[in-house]
């Protein structure tokens, strides 16, 4: 597997666009256009959150209904979310639009969007974007570039992944763009993502690849708890690798599998990393776990802790909220085993050994914890399975940034 | 009922004092002792942190196994918890002090710490402390109150609380105090509650009341979704009142459950009107829920939302939020039935009906949130159900406060 420039346009045969349609933010690029220049099998994970944004329930109906997807309209600024029928009317609109520009089908045409809830879409503006994209769609690596750039709302950089991997002697490639960076809190989440791959796939196989992945990528991360409306993960396969159809299980699909892996836990890891006003990336793993759904409950239970998020911010080792944390989430485990561990690029350093706390030096921990990325290591000592989550800390500018988030 | 003026010391028989003790904080008082002039029946509810603080564990058993309680020694500024034996041996040195002090059982002794995990106690500031504020202890309101003031960490007030009731004839007082005010997201929280009552009442159904009023008071409170090591709500009856034992749950067990009522949700508000760094205490409230349940777990949702919380601070009716929290709170109800209002001494304004945003001003949503104590009402429309939630709004001053607490 090899790791390459670019994104949603690193896979043969998709183009991308973006525009400034002025939806609500003024004076920068908004909307985002991907297509591919063949129709393709489409999958997608959306959030469980019991209130759905409309694009939401458009994008579940196409994935579950139609045939083929071709499209992907993509908005920044109004999430298009409690906006009722008027809502999801707009997303036939925007669609219709699409379709008529593209020559496609109406059904062909995904949509998403991200910003404020309860707003209703500039549809008219909507349709010009979308018009005025079509002509701009370009397959160059620039194009997913300007695109990944679009569709950011309080993300400070654009997040864009891409592997190559051989298929039956075909060279295949994955490539995606995802932006974030608060409500984020997959179950699916404000996440969205899109994954593009010139691979020749089942529908059935494709979303499943895409259901088992985002379980240990999107969904083990967290930026603030709070699991987004509009969470969207699609992922897009045209066949133009060349490669015969993966329709069981084989090592080909593995292959796929591996790649997608990549893919998305670098767009994961890199949504965790610019999460609102953060200034670290805060792993956590948990080792020696009876089961992984134990070491998932465990590392997400720390990675959502308000107090250590602040302590990381402060790069104090308060390891004691990190126990805390294990403690409230649920799962059982002796805290009187608990071995805990920081880790980064300037060293690690054992801070409890069966829950009590080694004489270690403090300076030596705050130098640890001041690097951008960070890594606290449970281990329960229980059995051998184990989960890594994702999350950042927690810092004066969030609060700044959802204070007055709308104005 | 009537309130009065007072805590611990307002019922008939306790006394209480405090100490400077130098544990961590300097020149200020940080522990207190209440004793009883003769013994007490006692209940008490404790977190369900699987990490337990040493006093927790100290006081389940003598809770659970002791014929009778007099005293409680309370520390701030180190927790006890993540200790070890060590830890739980410091219990009893504590516990052994006091007893000898007071002449009264060992077993009759209760410990309660808040502060920093995982540091050990300085045992012998502890004895001293204990042995210093014996001599001193009051039964004046102004005794109760110092102590209300001594067992404080980042709580910014004194936290007190007690009302009067007739029962069978005769007058019976029910006091309290707490502290927070981080780490507070109770089932149980580090919040410390100690109620003191001169009723005379049997031990089993003092804890049932105990047990059923936190479900409505303190566990319907958070201020940052941690549940602490050390949460733990104690109360003291000492029969002094002289009313006859309460022995069944007769017209007198329900008037003190009732002033046992006020007496709780007052401490609860004022815990999270006080948590740290907060500018707001907000409250919401969930009616028309089908279950009582339901309805819990959809105004916990909404007062532990990060994003909700920040836009109370930011005095913003990001109503989309709480609409949002609700979705992913795991309750199920239909979205688009859901009415909203929020409240406040400044007016009352709907902002979405059936799901919908309303036409309202937005300068005169920022001036009703502007106050310091906010209301949120969802109405779900689907039964009867009510509950109310309590928390406060995301401040600058809580990332502060938690980015270096042990420095």
Redesign the interface.
């Known amino acids: 597997m090899k790791r390459i420039e670019g994104g949603v346009t690193a896979a043969v045969g998709f183009l991308a666009a973006c525009t400034a349609a002025g939806i609500k933010y003024k004076d920068r690029e908004d909307m985002a256009l991907v297509f591919s220049r063949t129709p393709c099998r489409a999958a997608g994970t959306f ?6 944004a409309a694009p939401v329930k458009w994008d579940q109906k196409i994935v579950r209904e139609s045939e083929y997807a071709q499209a992907i309209v993509v908005n920044a600024g109004i ?1 298009n ?4 029928k008027e809502g999801f009317d707009y997303c036939r609109e925007t669609a219709r639009t699409a379709s008529a520009a593209l020559k496609i089908p109406e059904e062909a045409v995904l949509v998403a969007s991200t910003g ?4 209703q879409l500039p549809i008219d503006r909507i349709k010009a974007g979308v018009e005025a994209m079509v002509p701009c769609l370009s397959e160059a690596l620039e194009g997913g570039t300007t695109a990944a750039r679009a569709i950011m709302t309080t993300d400070t950089k654009k997040k864009e992944a891409a592997v190559q991997v051989e298929i039956s002697g075909k060279t295949v490639t994955v490539g995606g763009m995802c932006k974030g960076s ?2 984020i ?1 997959p ?1 699916m989440c404000t996440m969205l993502a899109f994954v593009t791959t010139d691979l020749a796939i089942s529908r059935e196989l494709l979303q499943e690849a895409l259901s088992n992945d985002i379980k240990d990528t999107y969904n083990m991360i967290s930026v ?6 509009n969470d969207t993960v699609l992922l897009l396969a045209n066949g133009m690798a060349g490669n015969p159809e993966i329709t069981e299980k084989n090592q080909d699909y593995e292959t796929f599998c591996r790649a997608l892996n990549v893919v998305n836990e670098t767009l994961a890891k890199k949504m965790a990393g610019d999460g609102e006003g953060c200034t670290a990336l805060f792993e956590v793993k948990v080792k020696g776990a009876e089961s992984k759904e134990q070491a998932v409950t465990l590392s997400k239970a720390v990675i ?4 250590t998020k ?2 990381i ?2 790069h ?1 080792a ?4 990190i ?7 649920g ?3 002796d ?2 085993k608990v071995d805990l561990f920081f880790e980064s690029e300037a060293g690690r350093l054992q801070i ?1 050994e069966n ?3 080694l004489p270690y030096s403090e300076e030596e921990a705050a130098r640890i914890l001041s690097e951008p990325e960070v890594t606290a290591i449970a281990d329960v000592k229980m059995g051998n399975a184990e989960a890594t989550a994702w999350g950042c800390d ?3 500018d ?10």
């Open positions: 959030t469980r959150n019991v209130v759905k999430a979310a409690c906006t009722g404020v809830i309860g707003m608060g409500m809190h179950d603030d708890g709070d699991t987004s409306t959502t802790s308000n107090l602040a302590a911010f402060g104090d308060n390891w004691g909220r126990l805390c944390a294990m403690g409230y989430s799962a059982q485990f805290p009187e409890i829950g009590v706390a927690l810092t004066f969030y609060v700044k940034i959802n204070a007055d988030y709308r104005s």
